[in-house]
């Protein structure tokens, strides 16, 4: 058995769509980033990369490289998934945590992880997404941003 976790944090800003887990979130502001900044799948790439000791997100995927622009969060960890399965590892679990004050994820949790899950190949219960706040504590608290820890569990 082989763990990686992940963590990553985008800020707010105005202009941008917000995508969560691949599915575009009704939102006043979007993440800020040079891809689509889906933070939650930013944080599972990179607890990927991390339990096949494959490096991190930013060695696959350089902000510096003008062909990830705008680029989408869940075809990287497409990406990611076929290089991870091609080393013989089996995804056992993912389990996901969204700190945020708002968007609330609950209404969007089951078509997060069947989008997830789709795009490892994975079955859906193998994938798990909760929220909580920081009651109001710091720039989560203040809704300026989102950050997501994930933890990834191969064999």
Known sequence: MRVGQGFDVHKFVEGRKLILAGKEIDHPMGLEGHSDADVVVHALIDALLGAAALGDIGMHFPDTDPAYKDASSITML????????????????????????????????????????????????????????????????????IAVSAIAALE
């Open 78 to 145: 497409e990406i990611i998934s076929a290089a991870v399965h091609s080393l013989g590892y089996q995804v056992c679990n993912i389990d996901i945590t969204v700190f945020a004050q708002a968007p609330r994820i609950g209404p969007h949790r089951a078509e997060m992880v069947d989008v997830i899950a789709t795009a490892m190949g994975v079955a859906p219960d193998h994938i798990n997404i909760k929220a909580t706040t920081t009651e109001g504590l710091g720039f989560l608290g203040r809704g300026e941003g």
